[in-house]
């Protein structure tokens, strides 16, 4: 009789070792799983220019929203749009038609006062890119290469706070603002982290953007000529998001 409890307890006891080996199998493979996250994304960045950006810019930053879906195969797809803005402008013949010998402007009251110039524009794209978790304790985490491709535009911005100044008023400003657009792409080298506590998740990277884009203006007042030629325009820096992640456990349970 004891042989044959003692029998049924080495079976019992077996049996719920086999059991508990394969749950805790199965619960590592699980964690091991990168999951399927929905990224709302802060972006922010500096950009220094070079080429035909470098003519006429200096540095500049850009600023905005982004939103990504990262796949259970750490497959990146995503839509962002960022303003751009900066104050160092270097288009020496910028106003020279209205400028004193001292480089300001005289207003319609007869004073000599600055126009506040300044880049301002935006970029917007779809992006694509991996996360490459080599070596990684957090397999949702790694080294990342992400790509966008879109439009991009942007113009000098001539601020005249008191609206003194009639030769830049209204349709006379796109006479000076040197508007310009077209194609962009941009490449991210960096490294995105999750926080397995899901407090702390950002990338950070290097970044380089090429601009295939023209000038729109048909006709410059200050120049007398049109700025309708093609630019290649390269702007490269350094960029930082801060994500909130979104993540979906299955179809019917989804958290923060």
């Known amino acids: 009789m004891r042989k044959r409890v003692l029998f049924f307890l080495l079976l019992t006891a077996l049996a719920t070792t086999t059991n508990s080996s394969v749950a805790w199998a199965e619960d590592k493979k699980e964690k091991q799983t990168p999951n399927q996250i ?5 972006l922010g960045g500096v950009d220094f220019p070079a080429a035909d950006m470098a003519k006429r810019f200096g540095t500049s930053f850009r600023i905005g929203p982004g939103i990504k ?3 259970k195969k750490n497959w990146l797809f995503g839509a962002k749009f960022e ?8 288009d020496d013949s910028l106003l020279i038609n209205v400028r004193t010998s001292q480089g300001g402007i005289i207003s319609q009251n007869g004073d000599v006062l600055n126009v506040g110039t300044f ?4 970029t917007a794209g779809l992006q694509v890119g991996k996360i490459l978790p080599f070596a990684q304790a957090n397999i949702n985490s ?4 992400l790509g ?3 439009f991009m535009q942007y113009r000098i911005n001539l601020f005249d706070r008191d609206n003194s100044f009639p030769a830049i008023r209204d349709d006379y400003r796109k006479g000076y603002d040197r508007l310009t ?3 962009f792409l941009e490449s991210v080298f960096g490294y995105c982290f999750y926080d397995r506590k899901k407090f702390v998740n950002f990338y950070i990277g290097y970044h380089i953007l090429y601009g295939a884009t023209q000038g ?7 120049i007398a000529r049109p700025d309708t030629g093609n630019r290649s325009d390269i702007m490269h820096g350094f960029k930082a998001a801060w994500v909130l992640p979104i993540y979906k456990k299955n179809v019917e349970d989804t958290y923060y």
Do not use: E, H, Q
């Open 69 to 71: 879906l990262k796949t």
């Open 119 to 122: 880049l301002r524009g935006y």
């Open 83 to 90: 303003f751009l803005t900066g104050n160092v402008i270097r």
């Open 148 to 150: 966008t491709v879109g």
């Open 216 to 222: 729109r203006r048909d006709f410059l007042l200050d």
């Open 142 to 145: 790694g080294p990342m290469v």
């Open 38 to 42: 929905w990224n709302l994304d802060v």
């Open 181 to 183: 657009n077209g194609l």
